[in-house]
């Protein structure tokens, strides 16, 4: 099964989006609401069994767009959670900015809460040092011009990474 995990609003956005290109949602994708500003990690455990999540069954966690509203902390907490929570052999596929610990310490000086941010290189080791194996690494860039054969326009710095859960918990 396919877990999109998302913000309640921007699940209604990609809900809407899916059912005007299909035509209806696809019956193996759950979309699972959760705000992170006021919902823990526990809520999103009893909101997937809710939705008869086997952790006993591979499956895929889609987070496009979420962590980047996301702190270093949280997101670091989130994942830790999936690899320990899902199957070995589930995967991950993930959305994020790119950035790095400068740009976090000009916030914090700033007042405000840093969100995730990270250079593409040093994804793959913060996957791997949080259970997950087999990490790719993909810009936004690269995947339109792959899927879409053509120049991207004004795509910003963002890249997909896919990653499966491979630590033996």
């Known amino acids: 099964r396919i877990f999109e995990i998302d913000r309640p609003p921007n699940l ?12 209806q949602l696809p019956p193996q994708v759950t979309y699972v609401g959760i705000d992170f500003l006021e919902e823990t990690l ?11 999540y086997d952790p006993q ?9 979420l962590v980047s509203h996301l702190s270093l902390k949280a997101v670091d907490e989130l994942m830790r959670f999936i690899s320990s929570f899902a199957a070995p052999g589930s995967s991950l596929v993930c959305t ?16 405000s809460e840093p969100t995730f941010g990270m250079d593409p290189p040093l994804m793959v080791r913060f996957l ?15 995947a339109y011009r792959l899927y879409r054969k053509e120049e ?14 491979g630590r033996n918990r």
């Not at 209604?12 to 035509?23: I, N, T």
């Not at 994020?96 to 007042?111: S, V």
């Not at 791997?128 to 690269?142: A, K, P, S, W």
């Open 12 to 23: 209604e956005d990609k809900r809407e989006k899916v059912k005007r290109v299909a035509g």
């Open 42 to 52: 526990e809520d999103l455990r009893r909101k997937l069994m809710e939705w008869e």
């Open 57 to 65: 069954s591979k499956s895929l966690f889609v987070l496009e767009g």
């Open 96 to 111: 994020y900015p790119h950035g790095n610990m400068a740009d976090e310490l000009e916030r914090l000086r700033a007042g």
């Open 128 to 142: 791997e040092d949080r259970g997950f194996c087999r990490v790719h690494n993909l810009t936004l860039e690269e």
């Open 152 to 165: 991207p326009h004004d795509l910003g710095p963002y890249s997909f990474v896919e990653a499966t859960v």
